[in-house]
């Protein structure tokens, strides 16, 4: 979700009105994802690089971020939405930490969206963190080094046990990942758009879905295996 402080810069108002209008385009894309049958939404809402920006700016964030899940959470489980939480959390505050946990444990009827809401996070974190829980296993005795495989890697990521992401869209322009879900964006479809995530409504977000529709997902086979005709099905 990249753009909020341009898009309040083109309207001379200070990049906190941006962030405010971020969280608006959250809610509709949330929707949007429901309408289109989306399981799964992962959205980059804070960076382990992101602490770095003025303390103020920082402390707005952080403060929109509580406000929004105080007031949202309960909506949001009551459509059905489950919500979780990636990152590295120990830096936040002890109200944002509980507001997490308590809308993480929401018990939902049935669950028709799983939203992601990635904070202090980064893909390179989230390896060496599976690194490091593998180590402290095999350390104890538990696991067999030679036995770790990609699999088995995956399970201690902070996305397990959902899957990869099909497509990934930031908004923008800029075309970098900038350390997002690094080891899963693997063979995930990337969708660039100069669109500034305030502005990104469901007409931007079906746009992407089409693009990704238009895709040919190879996965390192040729053309002719993966097409869909009956006699190549076989191959
Ligand atoms: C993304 O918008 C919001 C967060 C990272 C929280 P930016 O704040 O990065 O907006 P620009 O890139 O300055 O326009
Ligand atoms: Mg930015």
């Given at each position: 979700?990249?753009?909020?402080?341009?898009?309040?810069?083109?309207?001379h108002r200070?990049?906190?009105?941006?962030?405010?209008?971020?969280?608006?385009?959250?809610?509709?894309?949330?929707?949007?994802?429901?309408?289109?049958?989306?399981?799964?939404l992962?959205?980059?809402?804070?960076?382990?690089?992101?602490?770095?920006?003025?303390?103020?700016?920082?402390?707005?964030?952080?403060?929109?971020?509580?406000?929004?899940?105080?007031?949202?959470?309960?909506?949001?489980?009551?459509n059905?939405?489950?919500l979780?939480?990636?990152?590295?959390?120990?830096?936040?505050?002890?109200?944002?930490?509980?507001?997490?946990?308590?809308?993480?444990?929401?018990?939902?009827d049935?669950?028709?969206?799983?939203?992601n809401?990635?904070?202090?996070?980064?893909?390179?974190?989230?390896?060496?963190?599976?690194?490091?829980?593998?180590?402290?296993?095999?350390?104890?005795?538990?696991?067999?080094?030679?036995?770790?495989?990609?699999?088995?890697?995956?399970?201690?990521?902070?996305?397990?046990?959902?899957?990869e992401?099909?497509?990934?869209?930031?908004?923008?322009?800029?075309?970098?990942?900038?350390?997002?879900?690094?080891w899963h964006?693997?063979y995930?479809?990337?969708?660039?758009?100069?669109?500034?995530?305030?502005?990104?409504?469901?007409?931007?977000?079906?746009?992407?879905?089409?693009?990704?529709?238009?895709?040919?997902?190879?996965?390192?086979?040729?053309?002719?295996?993966?097409?869909?005709?009956?006699?190549a099905?076989?191959?």
């Open positions: 979700m990249d753009g909020n402080g341009r898009w309040a810069k083109h309207r200070p990049r906190a009105f941006g962030h405010r209008a971020g969280v608006q385009a959250v809610r509709k894309v949330i929707e949007a994802c429901i309408r289109a049958k989306v399981e799964v992962t959205l980059f809402a804070f960076s382990s690089e992101n602490w770095s920006r003025p303390e103020g700016e920082v402390r707005h964030l952080m403060d929109l971020f509580l406000r929004a899940l105080r007031k949202e959470a309960r909506e949001l489980a009551g059905g939405v489950r979780r939480f990636i990152g590295e959390r120990s830096r936040f505050s002890p109200e944002l930490r509980a507001a997490m946990a308590e809308s993480e444990s929401a018990a939902l049935v669950v028709r969206l799983t939203v809401i990635a904070v202090n996070y980064g893909g390179r974190w989230d390896i060496v963190n599976a690194a490091q829980a593998l180590a402290r296993a095999a350390l104890a005795g538990q696991i067999d080094p030679d036995a770790i495989d990609q699999a088995s890697f995956e399970q201690h990521l902070s996305l397990a046990p959902l899957p992401p099909d497509l990934f869209i930031r908004t923008g322009g800029e075309a970098r990942i900038s350390n997002f879900l690094l964006l693997a995930t479809e990337l969708y660039f758009t100069p669109v500034l995530w305030p502005d990104f409504d469901e007409t931007a977000f079906l746009a992407a879905l089409t693009e990704f529709a238009r895709r040919e997902r190879r996965f390192g086979k040729t053309s002719d295996q993966v097409s869909s005709k009956p006699e099905a076989h191959v």
